[in-house]
């Protein structure tokens, strides 16, 4: 970027002073007079039909002012209309949402809860997707409908995607050796520190405020008004500015439909904050993958076909468009490193009475990475190659189609990669294991992840002081996308940060966002609010331009001021061009006017137009960004537990716009690969979570990952032009190489491929144990 | 129903409440008194969030009674600073740009208040265990180690 007057830089988060003292507001800290509280009734049954519920009890405690079952709510005809607000005539999985009450306090709540009686019928279960999806699945647990293309879906399958390139049999048929595995990784919860939460309140007009902590407000606006019945214009959406994580599993709508309908029964405002053990249950998980990879390779490391097929446990239900997503983009996963000349993929998701699957940072190519990224070792090692070599023999490289036909663009693979393996110092042997029982060594992998180029829209006020106000309804969940905004209009108008003033998300003020996933944010919001500034300069200029005696075409702005381009001298103040009433006249002491309007407000949107392969055919508009990942570690092979000595994760952001929140971002992406790499695994039995708590289901804690000299984060840019000032998304690729390095050092030290994800201690202590038995 | 009175000083100054007997101390900060910068994660003794001091020692107040501060100190992150002074941690916390969500840093420095002022030069070992009840999900830590470290190394003021 040439010359940049605040972009590029590492701004201080706006929202960190807020944050350290305190003071920050989250909806968990939201209160509203007469407020009620809401707990929500869940199915302790996997499957069953609900033969019946008294609700009459609950409903007879005094202070308790809502009670509400699936039977008071509409069906949603949510794609694939799956899944109901409140169970309706059966429950599919152990966490399922039967029934909601509002009360006074707390403590009434859940006596009301207690007090609800349901019976149950036992209906067959599944757990295993490829049980499900087989001929002997004991249940079918929705009819299954038909896929992309009218393609008739198999026992219990959601989705299907698939892709292919060149002729499969024949490149299998040039190769020199066949390599086949199956790899599967575990569920996972994003864990975000605060619980979901919603506060809603619906007056006697049926208009609703919801306050809530979702990363999509305008699909909670569309979603309660279909839940309520109401026109979306009754519906409110507003976002505290300070969000506590999300990370996937705030997307789409959570508790919001059951506060709102709660509250419009009761007429109060009613708050429901999820538990720990909901956020668990009944938010979205990260689906858990089965993978089977079949590559065909040259004696040289030549990859001339692949195939792969991939099974996504869906759990009960669809979350919305996500589930179909998932599935399609997982594909992403595997074709934006290499190439391959003859492709096929074939991803299904399954239908199993579990947690259900939805966004979760990665969006589904963390999965298939961690496959793709460990087979490729595997490669390496069965033609005695190193395993850098033959990934740098494969790949794609910029003017190149990927298998899916995209066009490649910008492609941070191999700078990303090599200097990973520079500063892992890859090819000098790792040093020593300092624990005598344990062995050590280096692994490298490379990720890669699509983000999606999505639609926002963004509009910028102009106040009557000169300064800036940014109306747009991307939440920041932490990642700091409020300070990059701020950062855009400061550039464009070329104004201090504090000139700029960025409002919480209001959908009554703030304009249409597809919500924040994907890594969509940064390409979208910030094209949004460039062309957002664009059009509001328009309207500066078009107003200076009378008063200075100029082509709007000639003006510019910095400082404040509007400027004939080429004679500064000749310049307005933008607080000039609104109008003082003279002293005296009617409502002068009311601050400034704006002739001929009632608010200087330039607004825009940005819609990407679908990009498009050889052929013609429409793909949807995707960049890639890159992270490579290096690893020295050693493995203790009696209790399978991981140290690292050093991990260095090198990040391709495009262009960053702000270099301390790219850092931030690869490292959050370091702990999360660390914590769904080696630590984390929801588990059932029989459908039951055993470990939905903080305590048995582990996230990284300081202890967990390693010292702060043995992390080791760099960026290496490219020239991404499509993105906005050359940005690229980035919040997910930095979480999709870490298991494969680890695992393929573990590889390395040990000699033992652990082909399941999260590489846990007891199952990293097992694979060696058997390997070692195995070889005696 | 038969309340329990709290006599406690509270961030400096003495208060009188009386609260339910099972009212954990995490409801009397937060809902009784909106101290709201105490945040709540689990409200089971797992995530740390709702840290605050009691005589000087982090405790989750989530995992505490409300009446059980009777005749004690208590201090949150809103009794750490004023309008214009931040505590040197929140300081050197703000510098690194240690958080991002931003939810854990309310416990997270309170935890780290006290380590430095029962041991002024911790290690990092020492500051990893002293954090360790503190769940971050957005980091790895890195900021939040190193802004500890610094603030030893300048001394506490
Ligand atoms: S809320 Fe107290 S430890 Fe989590
Ligand atoms: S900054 Fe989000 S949990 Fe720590």
Redesign the interface.
């Known amino acids: 970027m040439v010359d940049t007057y605040i972009l590029g830089k590492s701004e201080l988060n706006i929202d960190s002073p807020e944050k350290i003292s305190g003071r920050a507001m989250y909806a968990i800290d939201m209160t509203l007079p007469g407020m009620l509280q809401a707990r929500v009734l869940r199915s302790p049954r996997a499957h069953a039909k609900i033969l019946s519920i008294d609700t009459s009890a609950a409903k007879a405690i005094p202070g308790v002012l809502a009670v509400i079952t699936g039977q008071d709510l509409p069906f949603l005809e949510d794609f694939p209309g799956d899944r109901p607000t409140l169970a309706l005539d059966r429950v599919c999985y152990i966490g399922d949402a039967v029934a909601a009450v509002a009360a006074e306090t707390l403590e009434l709540a859940e006596q009301a809860i207690a007090a609800i009686k349901v019976e149950y019928e036992d209906l067959p279960a599944v757990f295993d997707p490829e049980v499900a999806m087989s001929e002997d699945t004991p249940v079918v647990i929705h009819p299954s409908g038909k896929g992309p293309g009218g393609k008739v879906m198999g026992n219990n399958q959601a989705h299907w995607y698939g892709a292919a390139d060149g002729d499969l049999e024949k490149g299998f048929a040039e190769a020199d050796l066949i390599v086949e595995n199956r790899f599967t990784t575990g569920m996972a919860q994003c864990a975000p520190m605060e619980p979901h939460v919603a506060l809603a309140d619906v007056d006697i007009y049926d208009n609703c405020v919801i306050y809530c902590n979702t990363q999509t407000p305008y699909l909670v606006k569309q979603r309660v008004a279909e839940i309520l019945k109401v026109s979306p214009h009754k519906i409110r959406v507003v976002v505290p500015p300070h969000i506590g994580g999300g990370f996937g599993c705030k997307t789409r709508i959570k508790g919001e439909g059951i506060a709102s309908a709660l509250s419009r029964v009761a007429r109060k405002p009613v708050k429901l904050v999820y538990s720990r053990e909901e956020v668990f249950a009944d938010t979205t998980v990260k689906h858990p993958f089965v993978i089977y990879i079949k590559d065909g390779v040259k004696k040289d490391g030549t990859l001339v076909a692949r195939s792969i097929r991939a099974i996504l446990d869906a759990g009960a239900y669809t979350d919305g468009t996500v589930g179909g997503l998932v599935t399609r983009n997982a594909a992403y996963g595997a074709v934006g490193v290499y190439k391959v000349p003859n492709f096929k993929l074939d991803n299904f998701r399954v239908y199993t009475n579990k947690p259900v699957g939805g966004a979760f940072r990665g969006f589904g190519v963390a999965q298939t990475t961690w496959a793709v990224e460990s087979q490729m070792d595997i490669i390496a090692e069965r033609l005695g190659m190193d395993p850098l070599e033959v990934r740098l023999k494969n790949l794609l490289v910029d003017g190149d189609y990927n298998p899916e036909q995209y066009l490649m663009d910008a492609v941070g693979s191999r700078p990303t990669v090599e200097r990973a393996a520079e500063l892992i110092e890859w090819g000098k042997p790792a040093d020593a294991p300092i624990s005598p029982t344990a062995k050590r060594a280096k692994g490298i992998a490379i990720g890669c992840k699509h983000f999606s180029i999505q639609t926002s829209s963004a509009a910028i006020k102009v106040h009557e002081d000169g300064s800036f106000e940014v109306r747009s309804s991307v939440t920041d969940i932490g990642q700091g996308s409020r300070t990059v905004m701020a950062q855009i209009v400061a550039e464009e108008f070329k104004v201090q940060m504090s000139q700029v003033r960025v409002i919480r998300v209001d959908t009554d003020v703030t304009p249409l966002d597809t919500g924040q996933s994907g890594s969509s944010t940064t390409v979208k919001a910030g094209h949004a609010v460039r062309l957002a500034c664009k059009e509001t300069k328009r309207q500066l200029f078009e107003r200076a331009a009378t008063l200075l005696e100029a082509a709007a075409g000639d003006l510019d702005t910095a400082g404040g001021r509007v400027f004939v381009k080429g004679s500064p001298d000749r310049s307005i103040a933008i607080q000039d061009l609104f109008r003082k009433l003279p002293m005296g006249a009617p409502g002068y002491e009311y601050g400034p006017f704006l002739e001929n309007s009632s608010d200087l407000v330039g607004g825009a949107m940005f819609y990407p137009q679908n990009e498009r392969g050889p052929k013609g055919e429409p793909l949807p508009k995707v960049g890639f960004s890159y992270c490579s990942q290096a690893v020295d570690l050693e493995v203790d092979v009696e209790t399978g537990r991981i140290k690292i000595h050093k991990l260095v994760s090198i990040l391709d952001p495009g262009k960053p716009m702000n270099d301390q929140l790219a850092i931030g971002q690869i490292e959050g992406g370091v702990g999360f690969g660390i914590g769904t790499g080696i630590l984390e695994e929801m588990s059932f039995r029989d459908g039951k979570p055993t470990n939905a708590n903080l305590t048995d289901y582990r996230i990284p804690t300081a202890l967990d990952v390693p010292n702060v000299d043995q992390l080791v984060f760099d960026q290496v840019e490219t020239n991404f032009a499509y993105g906005p000032y050359g940005a690229k998304g980035i919040g997910e690729v930095v979480v999709c190489a870490t298991s494969a390095a680890i695992a393929n050092a573990i590889r390395s030290a040990t000699g033992v491929r652990v082909v399941a994800m999260p590489l846990t201690q007891e199952r990293v202590a097992l694979a060696i144990a058997e390997y070692e038995a195995s070889r005696v | 129903m038969t309340k329990a009175e709290v006599r406690a000083t509270i961030n400096g100054r003495e208060r009188e409440l009386r609260v339910d007997p099972w009212r954990t101390l995490l409801e009397m900060l ?1 809902d009784d008194m909106e101290l ?9 003794g ?2 740390g ?1 709702c840290t605050v001091l009691m005589d000087g020692k982090p405790v989750v107040s989530c995992m505490s009674l409300a009446a059980d501060a009777d005749g004690r100190t208590i201090e ?3 009794g750490i ?1 004023t309008a214009e002074h ?1 505590h040197p941690l ?1 300081d050197e ?2 510098k690194l ?1 240690a ?8 416990g997270m ?1 309170m935890s780290s208040k006290a380590l430095l002022e029962h041991n002024p030069h911790p290690t ?1 070992r020492e ?3 002293a ?16 802004a500890i ?1 610094n603030v030893a190394a300048e001394g506490v003021s």
């Not at chain 2, 958080?99 to 309310?106: L, S």
């Not at chain 2, 009840?133 to 790895?140: I, K």
């Open positions: 937060r709201t910068g105490t945040k709540l994660g689990c409200e089971a797992e995530c969030a949150t992150i809103e600073s931040l929140q916390f703000l740009s958080f991002q969500c931003g939810y854990c840093a309310p420095i990092e500051i990893r265990e954090i360790a009840g503190n769940l971050c999900r957005c980091t790895a830590y890195v900021g939040i180690v190193k470290q």
